[in-house]
């Protein structure tokens, strides 16, 4: 039993098996191979190295964004004035990466809380019989306004009536307003900080420029107008409902060259409020909201109440940086070296299955062996697990010269001639 465990150990630590190789003279098969390798040469150097840049580590930025609207909104209802500034165009003020920048609305003045009817078409009635107490959305009163034959409600009065809006939009001088955004990206795994203010950017060319795609793309401040155009709208269409816009800053960058090339590009897309959309239909048109301005007048508390249609822009940023890294490097040539044999897999299923001398192929590739010799092998104490080529065939007499030559033959296999004896 010692003597088993230590020429296992011997032959563990002392012998090397390597896989014996067969070399087959087929045209077609061997194109197969090389037209398979070929290929997978080509996915490892064109898909995994030039498109997926896999010898490069990647990172994402940590980012903010800052902005600020500039221009002054006129506006002409019913012969009267007036001045809308930042203050009162821009929700919410504090210049954040998404706010919206209205266009239009209509306007409720003087309201107070109190009793007055319902506006014709909503909640008809002949009758007070014809009005609930208490029901609907409003909180009605039980009693039928003999002039309007509208329900009486406990409302801010009098109540809006937003059926109509302004077309065109009362606040069409918004185009001309600029938009400035300030971004500033962080790339926390290469310790790289950038922002859109990029080299040349400063403030005698901010004071003077205006982003265009083509002559100034890296100009951070934008015409309201030329948004809505970039992003596929029409200006006095999207002004009337509302919608919504989104400002893409792409940073995509490369740090095996100078940092300074990482600069972003802006994109703009719309959202929704697409004017080519044609269902008339569909459950909500543009974008809308409500908001007041609460006084005191003559110890009564008022308000007024606007509907504003307004231009929600979204700033977002995404950010993709790479730089050259040993290790996906390393993981990316191995997997690739894993693949090529798929080349000698698929050979095999044809060489061993397809070809009319698969079993002359299959002779040549797998060395049998005979279990009962196996068996008596064994009964001798031998070891014949696996089969040693030993210098004893070459020693043998002439007899045994031309097989022994031969490889494939029995000759020259230690267990094959025990078998035989």
Same mark, same amino acid.
């Given at each position: 039993?010692k003597?088993?465990?230590s020429?296992?150990?011997?032959?563990?630590?002392?012998?090397?098996?390597?896989?014996?190789?067969?070399l087959?003279r087929?045209?077609?098969?061997?194109?197969?191979?090389?037209l398979?390798q070929?290929?997978?040469?080509?996915?490892i150097?064109?898909?995994v190295?030039?498109?997926?840049?896999?010898y490069?580590s990647?990172?994402?930025?940590v980012?903010?964004?800052?902005?600020k609207?500039?221009?002054?909104?006129?506006?002409?209802?019913?012969?009267?004035?007036?001045?809308?500034?930042?203050?009162?165009?821009?929700?919410?003020?504090?210049?954040?990466?998404?706010?919206?920048?209205?266009?239009?609305?209509?306007?409720t003045?003087?309201? &107070?809380? !109190?009793?007055?009817?319902?506006?014709?078409g909503?909640?008809? *009635?002949?009758s +007070?019989? $014809?009005?609930?107490r208490?029901?609907?959305?409003?909180?009605?009163?039980g009693?039928c306004?003999n002039?309007?034959?509208t329900c009486?409600?406990?409302?801010?009065?009098?109540?809006?009536?937003?059926?109509?809006?302004?077309?065109?939009p009362?606040?069409?001088s918004?185009?001309?307003y600029?938009?400035?955004i300030?971004?500033?990206?962080?790339?926390p795994i290469?310790?790289?900080?950038?922002?859109?203010l990029v080299?040349?950017?400063?403030?005698?060319?901010i004071?003077?420029?205006?982003?265009?795609?083509?002559?100034?793309?890296?100009?951070p401040?934008?015409r309201?107008?030329?948004?809505?155009?970039?992003s596929?709208?029409?200006?006095?269409?999207?002004? &009337?409902? !509302?919608?919504?816009?989104?400002?893409?800053?792409?940073w995509? *960058?490369?740090? +095996?060259? $100078?940092?300074?090339?990482c600069k972003?590009?802006?994109?703009?897309?719309?959202?929704?409020?697409?004017?080519?959309?044609?269902?008339?239909a569909?459950?909500?048109?543009?974008?809308?909201?409500?908001y007041?301005?609460?006084?005191?007048?003559?110890t009564?508390?008022?308000r007024?109440?606007l509907?504003?249609?307004?231009?929600r822009?979204?700033?977002?940023?995404?950010?993709?940086?790479?730089?050259?890294?040993?290790?996906?490097?390393?993981?990316?040539?191995?997997?690739?070296?894993?693949i090529?044999?798929?080349?000698?897999?698929?050979?095999?299923?044809?060489?061993?299955?397809?070809?009319?001398?698969?079993k002359?192929?299959?002779?040549?590739?797998?060395?049998?062996t005979d279990t009962?010799?196996?068996?008596?092998?064994?009964s001798?104490?031998?070891?014949t697990?696996?089969?040693?080529?030993?210098?004893?065939a070459k020693?043998r007499?002439?007899?045994?010269?031309?097989?022994?030559?031969d490889?494939?033959?029995e000759a020259?296999?230690?267990?094959?001639?025990?078998?035989?004896?």
């Amino acid at each position: 039993m010692k003597s088993r465990i230590s020429e296992a150990l011997s032959d563990f630590f002392f012998e090397y098996e390597t896989p014996r190789q067969v070399l087959v003279r087929n045209r077609r098969v061997a194109v197969v191979c090389r037209l398979i390798q070929l290929g997978v040469l080509a996915y490892i150097i064109g898909w995994v190295f030039i498109y997926e840049k896999g010898y490069q580590s990647t990172d994402t930025a940590v980012s903010s964004v800052f902005t600020k609207m500039k221009g002054v909104g006129y506006a002409d209802v019913n012969g009267e004035q007036r001045v809308w500034d930042v203050a009162d165009y821009v929700f919410p003020p504090q210049g954040d990466s998404s706010f919206v920048v209205m266009t239009n609305y209509i306007i409720t003045e003087g309201q &107070k809380m !109190g009793m007055c009817p319902e506006l014709p078409g909503k909640h008809n *009635c002949s009758s +007070d019989a $014809d009005c609930e107490r208490g029901s609907f959305k409003r909180h009605m009163t039980g009693m039928c306004d003999n002039a309007t034959k509208t329900c009486e409600v406990v409302a801010w009065c009098p109540v809006e009536n937003d059926h109509n809006i302004p077309d065109p939009p009362l606040l069409m001088s918004a185009e001309n307003y600029t938009l400035f955004i300030k971004n500033s990206v962080t790339f926390p795994i290469f310790d790289v900080t950038r922002s859109n203010l990029v080299e040349g950017i400063d403030a005698t060319y901010i004071s003077k420029c205006l982003h265009n795609p083509r002559d100034a793309p890296l100009c951070p401040i934008f015409r309201l107008g030329d948004i809505v155009k970039e992003s596929g709208f029409n200006f006095e269409t999207i002004a &009337k409902v !509302g919608g919504a816009i989104g400002i893409v800053l792409d940073w995509t *960058c490369n740090f +095996d060259v $100078d940092v300074k090339h990482c600069k972003p590009i802006y994109n703009f897309h719309g959202l929704y409020g697409n004017p080519a959309e044609t269902d008339k239909a569909r459950a909500s048109v543009g974008y809308n909201f409500r908001y007041a301005k609460h006084y005191m007048e003559d110890t009564v508390q008022k308000r007024t109440l606007l509907k504003v249609f307004g231009i929600r822009i979204d700033v977002i940023v995404q950010s993709l940086a790479r730089k050259f890294d040993i290790i996906p490097t390393l993981t990316a040539i191995g997997s690739g070296v894993g693949i090529f044999g798929v080349a000698t897999v698929v050979c095999d299923l044809v060489l061993l299955y397809l070809l009319p001398k698969r079993k002359f192929y299959k002779n040549m590739k797998f060395k049998y062996t005979d279990t009962h010799g196996q068996h008596d092998s064994e009964s001798l104490g031998l070891v014949t697990s696996s089969v040693y080529y030993t210098d004893e065939a070459k020693a043998r007499p002439g007899q045994d010269t031309a097989r022994s030559n031969d490889p494939d033959s029995e000759a020259g296999s230690t267990e094959t001639e025990i078998s035989k004896k």
